[in-house]
């Protein structure tokens, strides 16, 4: 991980022969920077490793989860944990977690990700937790078996909320409408193939697709045009479309919530006859 952040322990340089006087001579040049007590960084190190690295601190909680390639809700501070007698106090962009760690698990930036999703657990809201850990499940990186190892150790009033996690989730957008619709009692699928439509996030009872568009995957010209010939499909096919983006998923949050509990109440989501064209997914 240290590579691939552009991280060099004090360790790393003198296991290739660098000197004081040769990484004087690349700090100079601009190729290295100190970042903190025996840690060098350069221009392609993330700002948020080196501002833990500053700070005797590591990377933990949604911080550490986003540089594992976890799929993260939004998040300001820098979150971070110290080591029991090393470090200073952070300042008001870094989230400071406690318990300190009595002793750093490897030789990483970054804390282990089962460690920083624990942190998690006593730091987020569940739904936020949730989405890590799905996030984590879908793209492989743990297994269900190293959840629930990750479950049994935080709190129990967040493990409550936890429940149902899945595997398939292919968004914490997704993520979060899900679980947002099933505390409302509603019925809904998640990453069901329709014949004819292809697979789609969100099935709300019968007939209600939402599909929730990140802006990674959704902003070019072709993928516009593919996802709206998918709703003509759809709709032709006897369902409703409804398309949330990133904006309104995470940041406009409440309206949206307002909008599907009145979608629910119109009973859009129930069949009106005829016979849909689903598969199984």
Do not use: N
Not at 37 to 50: E, L, N
Not at 91 to 100: G, L
Not at 180 to 185: D, S
């Amino acid at each position: 991980m240290r590579r691939q952040l552009g991280v060099w322990s004090a360790g790393d340089l003198e296991a290739v022969g660098m000197r004081h006087r040769s990484i004087a001579e690349l700090m100079r040049a601009g190729t290295l920077y100190r970042a903190g007590h025996g840690w060098y960084a350069t221009s392609s190190t993330p700002a948020a490793v080196t501002t833990a690295l500053r700070r005797g601190a590591r990377l933990t909680c949604v911080s550490a989860a986003a540089v594992h390639g976890l799929w993260t809700p939004p998040f300001g501070e820098v979150h971070v944990a110290q080591r029991r007698g090393g470090g200073r106090r952070c300042h008001s962009v870094v989230h400071e977690h406690r318990p300190v760690v009595r002793a750093w698990p490897d030789d990483e930036p970054v804390l282990p990700l089962d460690t920083a999703l624990v942190h998690a657990g006593t730091c987020l809201p569940g739904e936020s937790v949730a989405v890590l850990l799905e996030s984590a499940l879908e793209r492989g990186v743990l297994d269900r078996a190293a959840v629930v190892d990750i479950l049994d150790r935080i709190p129990v009033r967040v493990r409550r909320q936890l429940t149902g996690l899945r595997v398939d989730a292919g968004s914490g957008s997704e993520t979060r409408v899900r679980r947002y619709l099933k505390r409302r009692g509603v019925r809904v699928r998640a990453q069901v193939q329709i014949r004819d439509v292809g697979r789609v996030d969100l099935l709300v009872g019968d007939r209600l697709i939402i599909e929730c568009d990140s802006r990674e995957f959704h902003d070019s010209a072709d993928a516009y045009e593919t996802d709206r010939e998918r709703d003509v499909r759809a709709i032709a096919a006897g369902y409703a479309v409804v398309r949330l983006t990133w904006y309104k998923i995470w940041v406009d949050w409440q309206r949206t919530c307002e909008t599907l509990d009145s979608l629910v109440r119109s009973g859009l989501h129930r069949a009106r006859g005829g016979r849909l064209r689903l598969a199984s997914g």
